[in-house]
């Protein structure tokens, strides 16, 4: 294995950790959809995938990142932090007038490129800046992250014709997989039938990744980057909890933080 590879996992156990940490001292947030991405986040921000120079000279060149599903924004806070864009200062989650606020706020962070936290919103801003960005003829690309969930709201699917219209080549969806949802499973709530082939018929580019094997989610990644013509969608299919053995592929840790206990528990094995 080669030392990148080994890197960027101890990147993501670090993130996992991070998260944890933030979740069990704010005693409230979204913990299983943020262990379930730290993979992917590993690899985006770590990885060479997104272009994202947060050193204030170079910071219009950045690739624009959005994350849609808002509630996962610990995992977001985390790797900011790893990525030394809060410095020493160290905030705190969900509490009154801190930067990390319960879903991810443009007001209170820099790096946030729009509010989101009501699901369905944030695709249709990607979609926007990306339009933006090709109508400017700029070269950055629009990275965009969606859950399963968000795709049983109707304007995520209006987002996703909007970016096929308009022939989007510069916009990256990356769709967390995790087949759950806050009450259950997500064909429980509403039947999201075949996603890959939906987003093929209104005119994307569709690639599938394990979320949790590096190598093949920088292989995927670096795909995506040399298609041309169309909008992109990365399937990232992941566990929700992952790392955390009891946690994993359990709905009810989807919008809760972990007890005394449970926080020991995680930390010692994140450790191993
Ligand atoms: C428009 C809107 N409706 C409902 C909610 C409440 N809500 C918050 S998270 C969530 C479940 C979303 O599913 P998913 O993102 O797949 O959950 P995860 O995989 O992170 O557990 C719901 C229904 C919301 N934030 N926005």
New binding site residues.
Partial sequence: MSIKIKQLENVARNLRHDTTEMLYRAGSG?W??SLGMADIFAALFFGGIIYYPWKKNQWNRRDRFILS?G??CPIFYATLDRLGFFGDKKAILRKLGSPLQGHPSHIHIEAVETST????QGVGVAVGKALALKMQKKKQRVFCVT????HE?GSTWEAISSAAKFKLDNLIFIL?R?H???GGS?EEVANLGNLAERYRFLGWDVFQTNGHIMPEILDTFRKVKRANGRPKLVIAETT?GKGVSFVENDYRY?GRAPNEEEYKKAVTELRK
């Avoid at 859950?147 to 968000?150: A, L, N, P, Q």
Wanted: with cysteine; charged share 15%; proline share 4%.
């Fill in positions: 979204h299983g959809g599903c509630h996962i936290g009501p699901l369905g859950s399963d969930g968000e709201e967390d995790n759950l949802q806050i997500t929700m989807h």
